[in-house]
């Protein structure tokens, strides 16, 4: 077991280097002792560096740490672990076992599962229940605690002893590491910790979530804390000033916004009903019975709408193209009172402009790339009706 790992800000301590390996690209310094956490019991491993080049994985093997890096190095193997990360997982770690200790001892709901995400942490329990107030009152519970200040001790007990706390644990290292907290928490493990609840400053139960097994619980501890409330509150300041506004006024701000919106899409769809009912009925009232025409102006969905109820109301013969940057729609169509066959027509030009689409003899539509002489060649369609 590494004594080092009971003290979480041991940080800089130099050591003898016993061997360097090299290993393709890379470098594995082997040493008998380290401050570097390797990864396990759910802690990420340390970040930092060893003579000021970076430490990019560690593992232990026969009683020997094997650090890479990227060059080799020999003497002395002055290590720097990365202190901000190291209280930052010390500190969440430290929080689990708080919050899952005493959910355990107080409500009897067993620890399922712990995860960290980089913006808030959380803990599966085996809860039957859940809901605000509960959640709200473990809260306070566990910021009582860390007000009181609880040490949180390491020791190493014989399996007899971990026996009459920890009855369900598996006992299978040769040396055991409990960690205990108050009479909250006792629990193997060989983690780094805090030496007391007050470094953890206090804890945000966010919000909880059903699964099948029980309950997850999402919290946020000590400087990810500040920092995920920071990120938060920045947002919050930017969306204030954009709304022009106080952020405890943001929310009705952004209600009131909704409405508007939703004010405006009912407005603008009048609108768009009103003028396309108004080229209906100038296209329906013009004098020309052959109307041919290209609009910029319309989606092709009114242009659809357009087109088939000109042809349904007046007596017209349509050959319009409806140009959409540099896609268009074409559409051949007449009032039942005309007899030209708009399929016939639309089949020898979509062949022409290697347009998609067919029909029937009264409308014929389809799209393709937009060509100005699409509507050159209606014209001479027309000409020979
Ligand atoms: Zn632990």
Known sequence: MNKHYDHWLECDKSFEIYDCLQDQEAYWVKTKDTIFYVEGGGMERDTG????????????EN???YHKTRVPLTGMAHMKVDVEQRIWKVQIHSGS????????????????AFFTHEDMSGCEMEFTSMDDLLMNQIE?????????DLPIHIIYPTAQEAKKHVPDSKLDHDELRAVLIGDIDYNMCGCIHVPSLR??????????ERTTRGYKLFFVCG????KTYGHQLNILDACAKNFNTAQSEIYPSLLKLRQDMKELKASEAAW???????????????QEVYIIKEMDDLDIKSFQILCSTVVRNYPKGLFCVCKDHDRCHVIIAHHPSLSFKSNELFKSLAEKFHLRGGGNPGMAQGGGTYDANILEELKIIVENL
């Open 199 to 208: 470094y953890l400053q206090a804890m945000k139960l966010l919000s909880y």
């Open 140 to 148: 306070r519970e566990v910021n009582e605690y860390i007000v009181q």
């Open 63 to 65: 009683g020997f740490y």
């Open 272 to 286: 768009r009903q009103r003028f396309l009912d108004l080229r209906i009925q100038m296209m329906g009232e013009s």
């Open 97 to 112: 076992h708080l919050l899952c200790g005493w959910i355990n001892k107080k409500y009897h709901a067993k620890t399922i």
């Open 49 to 60: 560096t060893i003579n000021d080049v970076e430490v990019e994985d560690i593992y232990y």
């Open 223 to 226: 400087n990810q804390l500040l």
